[in-house]
């Protein structure tokens, strides 16, 4: 009989958990049930930096082609202010290295962000990553890049993709840019980009 009554009081708080409205949630600091609107918060993009000893590492491997960025969140509740990327090297023959590498998040970006935009995929040559942070002399002391977002359009698509600046002691060091054109040194959204042309 007891067992019996149990499972009837499960049986209705499921069904009552059911029916709630989608539109409510629980609030995670009061355990109330509050709106969804009262949680929405502004969506923001972050400066992001890459360590230079992930970059030696992809320069000193001759079989390192491209470098794919995915965005990434590791906390979905968080989202509109914690969104970074995460880095996959890949190999002349289309392998992807096992490990992805996290970008760490430098500062809020203060690009403004419109409407009807994408979010995809970014990628990069390393062969333009090396020119990033060369000159004539070689590999220049530098760590960390500094991927900055921006947009992209093409036809009337509007993409994000990322400029990428070389720094030393929190300084851009002007001189590694020297060796790529103007408006070349950054990633290239993916698709429409290929990364295995």
């Not at 539109?23 to 969804?36: A, C, H, I, Q």
């Not at 990628?123 to 530098?142: A, C, H, L, Q, Y």
């Not at 400029?163 to 054109?181: C, D």
Request: charged share 15%.
């Amino acid at each position: 009989m007891k067992k019996t009554l149990l499972l009837s009081s499960f049986t209705i708080l499921l069904i009552l958990s059911c029916t709630r409205s989608r539109d409510d949630v629980n609030d995670p600091t009061g355990n109330t049930e509050v709106s969804k609107n009262n949680h929405q918060q502004d969506f923001a993009l972050n400066n992001l930096k890459l360590d230079a000893a992930t970059v030696k590492g992809w320069l000193s491997n001759e079989n390192v082609q491209n470098v794919v960025f995915t965005f990434f969140s590791k906390d979905l509740i968080s989202i509109g202010s914690n969104m970074t990327l995460s880095a996959y090297a890949y190999e002349k023959n289309g392998a992807s290295m096992p490990v992805p590498v996290l970008l760490e998040i430098s500062s809020k970006s203060s690009l403004q962000l419109q409407p009807d935009i994408t979010l995809p995929n970014n990628m990069v040559t390393i062969s333009k990553i090396r020119r990033m942070v060369s000159n004539e002399s070689g590999v220049v002391d530098f760590d960390y890049l500094l991927f900055e977002p921006k947009y992209y359009t093409l036809q009337s698509n509007t993409y994000i993709s990322y400029n990428i600046t070389p720094y030393k002691n929190g300084e851009p060091i002007s001189n590694a840019a020297s060796l790529v054109s103007g408006g070349e040194g950054g990633t290239n959204p993916s698709p429409p980009a290929d990364p295995w042309p």
